[in-house]
């Protein structure tokens, strides 16, 4: 088994943080919830996350308010690769299983 941390022990002595990707297969809310204290003390980080909605769609839709109710912005990134605005009421009405989303102050 390999060791794991958590984001707040990596980022303890840096001085900057950008960007944080989560695929957590399921677990996205209890990984936002841990990371808290590291978004605030770097308010201007980026997050990629994967959603996966299969697992329970309204607590999905749950979870996407209290992202936003913290300040960050749902942004879809599209296949394509475009990143455009989305609510999070939409997300649970499309049939798709996986979401990749930017999510930025």
């Known amino acids: 088994m390999m060791p794991t941390?958590?984001?707040s022990n990596l980022c303890a002595s840096g001085p900057?943080?950008?960007l944080v990707k989560i695929d957590a297969e399921g677990a996205e809310a209890r990984v936002w919830e841990g990371m808290q204290?590291?978004?605030k003390r770097f308010p201007h980080a980026?997050?990629?996350l994967e959603l996966h909605l299969q697992r329970d769609p309204p607590q999905a839709v749950g979870f996407l308010h209290e992202i936003e109710r913290t300040g960050f912005a749902l942004r879809l990134i599209s296949y394509e690769g475009d990143v455009v605005p989305i609510?999070?009421?939409t997300i649970p009405a499309r049939p798709q299983e996986?979401?990749?989303l930017w999510l930025q102050r």
Do not use: E, F, I
């Open 98 to 100: 996986h979401w990749s």
């Open 16 to 18: 900057r943080l950008d």
């Open 87 to 89: 609510g999070p009421d």
């Open 46 to 48: 980026a997050v990629v």
């Open 5 to 7: 941390t958590d984001l």
């Open 37 to 39: 204290q590291t978004l």
